[in-house]
């Protein structure tokens, strides 16, 4: 070939092969880097509250915990990549629409998984806060119950219709008889809600002057000589 003869012939300005020169520079030369040439276009900026970072009126998501931290994002052609003091916490496609919304439904995860958590911390307190005896009816409830907080749910919502110290008296009344369950309550509330006193005597309450009553005398003159003989 052309190249290979060109490569043997002893050059006009060097007066030497080109083949003997590539075998002296050989050894100086580097490998090329193994690592492709970053293109991606770089953007500090802090994620919102919605834990999300802006690109081109576009909004991508990053985990719930780095909500309000300072963020790098880095732009590529088919990719947004973001970082978090060099550690990769994100990663999307890149959107070429305009005011798009781009989540990760891993993202959320964490903080759904936290406010479930203090939501139900809210839900037990609020159950202990009806009885002394609550302690002890939430560890029955379980023991027997596949679902607990159901039950707790329930009871507490009955204690906003039927009032705390009858849910309180519900409850004792439950450890005693070993019921546990919020059906059990409801049942015990409604019945006692139907209970009535029993009635009491008859009290007149009249004004003494309203029972003396001045009566005309009775006319008895139409039998006047009914009993005499003819």
Request: proline fraction near 5%; glycine fraction near 4%; aromatic fraction near 8%.
């Amino acid at each position: 070939m052309a190249g290979d003869h060109a490569n043997v012939r002893i050059h006009g300005e060097t007066h030497q092969r080109p083949v003997d020169l590539f075998r002296q520079e050989q050894t100086a030369l580097r490998p090329l880097n193994v690592m492709p040439y970053d293109i991606g276009r770089c953007k500090s900026q802090r994620a919102s509250s919605q834990f999300r970072v802006e690109l081109d009126s576009n909004h991508y998501s990053v985990p719930a915990e780095y909500a309000g931290q300072r963020v790098m994002l880095k732009a590529y052609p088919d990719r947004v990549c973001i970082y978090y003091q060099d550690k990769l916490i994100a990663r999307h496609v890149r959107s070429y629409d305009r005011h798009q919304d781009i989540e990760d439904p891993d993202h959320p995860r964490a903080l759904l998984a936290q406010r479930h958590s203090a939501k139900e911390q809210r839900l037990l307190m609020r159950f202990l806060s009806l009885s002394r005896e609550a302690q002890a009816y939430y560890e029955g409830l379980e023991q027997r119950r596949v679902n607990p907080r159901h039950h707790l749910r329930k009871i507490v919502a009955l204690s906003e219709i039927y009032g705390v110290e009858a849910v309180d008296r519900a409850i004792r009344d439950g450890i005693v008889f070993a019921a546990y369950s919020c059906e059990y309550i409801a049942n015990m509330l409604e019945m006692r809600s139907r209970e009535t006193t029993e009635p009491g005597a008859l009290h007149l309450t009249r004004r003494q002057d309203l029972l003396d009553l001045d009566l005309d005398a009775p006319d008895l003159s139409l039998y006047e000589g009914h009993g005499d003989e003819p």
